[in-house]
């Protein structure tokens, strides 16, 4: 009986230290996301949808957890006192609808550039990420380009998925309409991003002295590399409602799963489809 119980007792331990090291390794290979929403020009009423979007998807799928933050302390790899993190601790950086010219100085843009560029971690860039920071050329050539107005407004937008099975835009169809603010983008060309959505440029009213892109192409989202981070934008996302339709938010959610590694999708660039 004596020898029953020893062994009932190490085989219970044994268990219990198994679940812990289980329990352990999955914490261990959970990802660490940082969210930005500082806003230094337009402040969108979306921002905190978004950022709580994300650290929901997080949550909820518990692939990740989220770091929200509505300043830039964290974008450095100085060492932070108070426990604070720095990039070295974090896999993605999302930018959540930021404008203007960030609180960064010349070594923390150093910092971030190296973080995606160098180190192969992940960007994703919501919406009004692309009206950031226009006096930082690396910024712009890591994201793809800069915002130039948005012709249309928010408007019934007549988009056309290019994305074959790229992960965060499969599940849209062909052909749809979404109620949002898509954004005209300079210093952005189609050969140097793999075009995701863009507007059917046949159903766009062009009598408008705020379209500036005579060949009328108007990306909607796009998959890039910069460096060796991969690197993903959408101008989806504007108004609160975007991140209720569960298209959009699928998106972002795979878009952040790539971003990080998890999935695999094409950045080659291609011809108008």
Same mark, same amino acid.
């Given at each position: 009986m004596r020898?029953?119980?020893?062994?009932?007792?190490?085989? %219970?331990a044994g268990a219990l230290t198994t679940g812990q090291l289980v329990a352990q390794t999955a914490a261990q290979k959970k990802k660490h996301v940082l969210v930005i929403g500082q806003t230094k020009g337009f402040q969108h009423d979306s921002?905190?949808? =978004?950022? $709580?979007?994300?650290? @929901?998807? $997080?949550?909820?799928?518990?692939?990740?957890?989220?770091?929200?933050?509505?300043?830039?302390q964290l974008l450095t790899k100085a060492k932070l006192g108070g426990n604070a993190k720095n990039l070295d601790y974090f896999d993605l950086l999302v930018f959540a609808s930021t404008t203007g010219e960030m609180d960064l100085t010349d070594d923390q843009k150093k910092d971030m550039m190296s973080f995606i560029h160098d180190e192969g971690k992940g960007f994703v860039g919501i919406h =009004?990420?692309?009206?950031? +920071?226009? @006096?930082?050329?690396?910024y712009g050539e890591m994201i793809g380009g800069w915002f130039d107005q948005h012709p249309w407004g928010t408007f019934q937008a007549p988009i056309l998925n290019e994305g074959g099975n790229f992960p965060a835009t499969a599940h849209f169809p062909r052909s749809m309409v979404k109620k949002d603010e898509i954004y005209q983008a300079k210093a952005w060309s189609r050969d140097k991003v793999n075009v995701l959505l863009r507007l059917d440029e046949t159903k766009l009213d062009y009598n408008n002295p705020r379209v500036h892109r005579?060949?009328?192409? /108007? &990306?909607? =989202?796009?998959? @890039?590399?910069? $460096?060796? &981070?991969? %690197? /993903?934008?959408?101008?989806? &996302?504007?108004? +609160?409602? =975007?991140w209720k339709d569960?298209?959009?938010? @699928?998106?972002?959610f795979e878009a952040c799963k790539w971003a990080m590694g998890m999935t695999e999708g094409s950045t080659a660039s291609h011809a108008r489809q």
């Open positions: 020898l029953t119980r020893v062994l009932i007792t190490i085989l %219970v921002v905190s949808d =978004a950022m $709580g979007s994300i650290w @929901k998807m $997080g949550m909820d799928s518990d692939l990740w957890t989220t770091y929200i933050r509505t300043d830039t =009004a990420a692309l009206d950031t +920071n226009y @006096k930082w050329p690396e005579e060949d009328h192409d /108007f &990306g909607v =989202a796009w998959s @890039k590399m910069y $460096g060796k &981070g991969r %690197v /993903f934008y959408s101008t989806l &996302g504007h108004t +609160n409602e =975007a569960p298209e959009i938010y @699928k998106m972002y």
